[in-house]
């Protein structure tokens, strides 16, 4: 298996709403990622997890809350998200460092609009 | 913030054309990678070049590196339709915490049949 799975594909939701992003690899990769991407912008770093723990936060608000459960699943929880974060939220995995330099793996993205 | 700065941001070309684009970015660097992106949609890694290394092949690409003028180009060769996409460049740190991938702003390339 050598993708990255995001579900939903797609997510409208309110400003008082909770909802959850999911990940998923079953590559063995030990650090996976949150990007945020607006339209025609390069993909943001949000979150960074290396062996299930949180190594970087890029200064993300609150209402986004990363887990990692296990090896293989990422999670974004939102909560009381602003208009003006709608966009689509990446996951990605790849190689630790320590084991040496490789590219990352993208799922195909969840399109948030909060309404 | 983005490390890399991309050039041209956007470029149209003829099928069968080859297609160049560039990127620079500021500080010392691991590796650098190119993605391609279509419609907004995931990122697919296309090569990763590592700081001492300066050329590097993959079929139709070709990537240089010089890590004295810290930057990098993409060539496409013998472009088709089908490469129509945003092309990222990605750059590797040495200096960051952790994993940390930062991208440049992209050059899109739109390839006409």
């Known amino acids: ?115 | 913030s983005q490390q890399g700065e991309e050039d041209p941001q956007a470029l149209s070309i003829q099928e069968g054309e080859n297609a160049t684009m560039n990127c620079s970015y500021k500080t010392s660097i691991n590796n650098l990678q190119w993605y391609r992106q279509n419609s907004g949609r995931g990122l697919v890694h296309l090569i990763l070049i590592r700081s001492n290394e300066r050329e590097k092949h993959s079929g139709r690409l070709r990537v240089t590196l010089d890590t004295s003028k810290k930057s990098s180009s993409l060539l496409i060769t013998a472009s088709r339709a089908a490469d129509t996409a945003s092309y990222f460049c990605a750059t590797g740190s040495l200096k960051a915490a952790g994993n940390k991938l930062t991208f440049g702003g992209g050059t899109r390339v739109l390839v006409k049949p």
């Open chain 1, 1 to 115: 298996d050598t993708e990255v799975t995001q579900t939903p594909k797609h997510l409208v939701m309110g400003m008082t709403n909770k909802k959850s992003l999911k990940c998923e690899q079953h590559m063995g990769h030990r650090a996976m990622y949150w990007y945020k991407q607006k339209a025609k912008k390069p993909p943001e770093l949000m979150f960074v997890y290396s062996y299930e723990k949180l190594s970087i936060n890029e200064s993300v608000p609150s209402r986004f809350s990363p887990e990692c459960p296990n090896s293989s699943l990422l999670n974004l929880h939102l909560h009381a998200l602003q208009p003006e974060d709608s966009a689509l939220y990446l996951c990605a995995s790849s190689q630790t460092r320590d084991r040496g330099s490789s590219g990352y793996t993208f799922g195909s993205g969840t399109r948030l609009t909060v309404v």
